[in-house]
């Protein structure tokens, strides 16, 4: 199993500092499997995609088929981040877009590349989950696959700015 680490270790730092600064190790419990094997910022909505978890971790799946819809947590393994040009920037690079902060986009050039995505569940054979509107490329590690919830996953007053529906137009 590969380690993904971030961070770094600074024995001399106070707390706050180190819960800033300190290393975390995440374990990949599996991968997607996709035909798509490129990024692409559009036509996500009919991917049908697995999530192949590691065979140990098939038994955790128990009981998933009785959703209809599961939130995976991946790894974007492919995106890169210069500050210089990630931190701020028009979302996808679009002109007509206004320039706001990656934490206010859902782009995947990211100081740190965890993606989470809502999936409609298709059905659970074994250690594998197949989905379908997983916008993660074939290769992808996973994290983790939680159950959507409403209670805990849904917000029935959000907002967001009016832009937003045009951006993501055709990306489902």
Known sequence: MSSLRYG???????????????????EPIG??????????????????AE?????EFAPGLT??????HVIVVFW???????PATDLT??????SDMPETGIFAQRARHRPNRIGITPVRLLGVDGAVVK??????IDGTPVLDVKPYMP???????????????RLMADYF
């Open 131 to 136: 989905v379908r509107g997983l916008d993660a």
């Open 151 to 165: 209670v805990f996953d849904r917000v029935d007053e959000a907002t967001v700015p009016g832009y937003i529906d």
């Open 76 to 82: 974007m393994h492919e995106a890169k981040f210069d």
């Open 31 to 48: 991968h997607v499997s996709s035909p798509v094997t490129e990024p692409v910022d559009d036509g996500w909505g009919e991917v049908v």
């Open 8 to 26: 770094r270790d600074d024995a001399n730092s106070n707390a706050l500092d180190e819960a800033n600064h300190m290393t975390i190790t995440i």
């Open 51 to 55: 999530v192949r978890l590691n065979p």
């Open 63 to 68: 009981d998933l088929e009785s959703f209809s």
């Open 89 to 94: 920037r028009r979302h996808r690079g679009r």
